[in-house]
């Protein structure tokens, strides 16, 4: 069963604290959505689950097991991560971009598997179309997408996205939400994914972590125990109303306090 674990975790960039006493324990098949204002730790703390980044103090455990007792080719095939953005410097393929997230998997030799992967890959997101269009063509919005591709095909037990909508719309942004999280259920994976739309997140996830300043852990649970009117006052400074909505909260934002 997957798992990620954190206990009493820190983090500091030179002396600036970001994240202090971080106590999580994520188990099992699932989307888990983290949330919070800009600037609390969301980036940094998944960058501590997936080894990229080493705690101040506390620890990470991964399936059990110490991030720091992996080896990164052991870590890179336990867990896909997609980052925030990625520009391609120099020319390359979407179907070449794709296929550079099955290098743990082909040992740099391609396999018939690896491309009928990569190609599985992109027809779930819509692209399969521009498998041979140069990435450096591609709107910002079709990069994420690939970005997420790459992602998947590693087919790793766990996976990581750090805003994986942030440059597609709104139904791109619901089709990709929806997507992971039909994913999680139906190959037991657990994905996490950092979300800045309250409404997605409640919608969707099936845990979600709130982090508040100054980088503490206000709160994790389901949608309806964490998402709430007092929770978005408290963290993000905003009076809202909440009604249900399929049995998940909705959220109909007022207006900003102290703004």
Request: aromatic content about 6%.
């Amino acid at each position: 069963m997957p798992s990620i674990r954190t206990e009493s975790l820190c983090f500091s960039y030179g002396g600036n604290d970001i994240l202090h006493d971080i106590d999580l324990d994520i188990e099992g098949k699932g989307l888990v959505c983290i949330i919070g204002p800009n600037g609390v730790g969301k980036s940094t703390l998944i960058k501590c689950f997936n080894g990229l980044l080493r705690p101040t103090s506390g620890t990470v455990s991964v399936n059990g097991r110490p991030v720091g007792d992996y080896s990164v080719k052991e870590l890179s095939e336990l867990i896909g991560y997609v980052p925030s953005s990625t520009t391609m410097s120099f020319p390359m393929s979407v179907i070449d971009s794709v296929l550079l997230g099955r290098d743990s998997k082909s040992k740099w030799k391609l396999d018939p598997s690896d491309v009928l992967a990569a190609y599985r890959a992109l027809k779930v997101m819509r692209l399969d179309d521009m498998a041979l269009r140069n990435c450096n063509a591609l709107s910002a919005g079709q990069m994420q997408k690939v970005n997420i591709c790459r992602g998947l095909v590693r087919d790793s037990d766990i996976f990581i996205l750090d805003e994986p909508t942030s440059n597609l719309d709104i139904k791109h942004q619901i089709f990709i939400t929806n997507f992971l999280q039909i994913l999680a259920e139906e190959s037991g994976r657990l994905i996490v994914m950092i979300s800045h739309d309250l409404n997605i997140a409640a919608r969707f996830a099936d845990k979600v972590v709130v982090l508040k300043e100054p980088g503490v852990l206000c709160a994790y649970g389901r949608p309806e125990e964490v998402i709430t009117e007092e929770m978005i006052r408290d963290v993000y400074s905003v009076s809202s109303r909440i009604i249900a909505h399929d049995g998940r909260p909705h959220v109909i934002l007022d207006y900003a306090e102290n703004w």
